[in-house]
């Protein structure tokens, strides 16, 4: 038996579907109590693109491997906000002094804010259903 090319066109246009409204139904994950600015986080991205963070480092586990993943490093009781200064201020060993003006890292710090506050970013230890989306709790 062959299926008529209308039937097929129309299992895999309802399969889309469904898979595009489940992605939207219920985020994955979020943290409660954000305070952060909107406006100075948007423009804490720019700053973040500016100067090219993402060739070293990481938000959500994309962008390069030099540096550590930022996504969750404001809440880091070891980090924090003055340790995000104090690196881009004076560098590591492999990571080089940015002279940032206070105005520019204020809202990159904004924006490491806001990336905090939307959840944890560990795809490690996220939990993958059977059709490949991410669902909220730990892998096994």
Same mark, same amino acid.
């Not at 889309?16 to 952060?36: A, D, G, H, M, R």
């Not at 909107?38 to 693109?49: E, P, R, Y």
């Not at 993943?69 to 940015?98: C, H, W, Y």
């Given at each position: 038996m062959k299926l008529k090319p209308i039937y097929v066109f129309?299992?895999? +246009?309802a +399969?889309?579907?469904?898979?595009s409204f489940s992605i939207y139904i219920k985020p994955l994950s979020t943290k409660e109590n954000t305070t952060f600015n909107k406006k100075m986080a948007s423009d804490g991205q720019l700053v973040w693109q500016y100067y090219n963070c993402q060739s070293c480092h990481q938000l959500y586990n994309l962008g390069g491997y030099l540096g550590p993943d930022l996504t969750n490093v404001i809440s880091n009781p070891d980090?924090?906000?003055k340790v995000i200064r104090a690196m881009v201020k004076s560098g590591t060993k492999q990571m080089p002094a940015f002279t940032l003006s206070d105005n520019e890292m204020d809202l990159l710090v904004e924006y490491l804010k806001s990336t905090d506050a939307s959840g944890s970013a560990d795809l490690r230890k996220l939990k993958?259903?059977?059709f490949g989306m991410i669902e909220?709790?730990?892998r096994k």
């Amino acid at each position: 038996m062959k299926l008529k090319p209308i039937y097929v066109f129309l299992i895999l +246009s309802a +399969s889309f579907l469904w898979y595009s409204f489940s992605i939207y139904i219920k985020p994955l994950s979020t943290k409660e109590n954000t305070t952060f600015n909107k406006k100075m986080a948007s423009d804490g991205q720019l700053v973040w693109q500016y100067y090219n963070c993402q060739s070293c480092h990481q938000l959500y586990n994309l962008g390069g491997y030099l540096g550590p993943d930022l996504t969750n490093v404001i809440s880091n009781p070891d980090k924090g906000e003055k340790v995000i200064r104090a690196m881009v201020k004076s560098g590591t060993k492999q990571m080089p002094a940015f002279t940032l003006s206070d105005n520019e890292m204020d809202l990159l710090v904004e924006y490491l804010k806001s990336t905090d506050a939307s959840g944890s970013a560990d795809l490690r230890k996220l939990k993958i259903n059977n059709f490949g989306m991410i669902e909220e709790g730990e892998r096994k």
